[in-house]
């Protein structure tokens, strides 16, 4: 199957805000979800939406600045990052889960069989 794509990523200062977009053109979402790397981290889960019926999941370290959404008839989910600092920077992934899974929940890496390439986001003060 195609890996998803995100987009939408770059430069913004302090207090800005961005959206990043991933297309994930797969045959079936289960569930699609974000992850981020920062440099020098392992990578930590974001949030998740599931495909059925567009509920959302986010890391409760966030504490609300992360907004999740699908467009169902685009195959796109988006992410929407408000008031954005430092501790912000880092790569972007989408990752495609295609199959419910009965061992891994929406915060695990492995239950996500298709990850795209990343989208980088920079944040200076």
């Known amino acids: 199957q195609v890996q998803p794509v995100e987009s939408g990523g770059g430069l913004v200062q302090a207090g800005g805000s961005l959206r990043l977009s991933c297309e994930a053109s797969?045959?079936?979402?289960?569930?699609v979800a974000w992850f981020r790397q920062a440099p020098g981290k392992e990578r930590e889960f974001v949030a998740a939406?599931?495909?059925?019926?567009?509920?959302?999941y986010y890391a409760d370290y966030l504490k609300g600045r992360f907004t999740i959404s699908r467009d169902n008839a685009k195959s796109t989910v988006y992410l929407r990052i408000y008031t954005l600092g430092p501790e912000d920077t880092a790569d972007y992934y989408c990752?495609?889960?295609?199959?419910?899974?009965?061992?891994?929940?929406?915060?695990?890496?492995?239950?996500?069989?298709?990850w795209g390439q990343g989208t980088q986001v920079t944040v200076s003060s």
């Open positions: 939406v599931r495909w059925r019926d567009g509920y959302t």
């Open positions: 990752a495609v889960s295609t199959h419910n899974s009965g061992v891994y929940t929406v915060k695990a890496e492995n239950r996500y069989d298709l």
């Open positions: 797969a045959r079936f979402l289960d569930t």
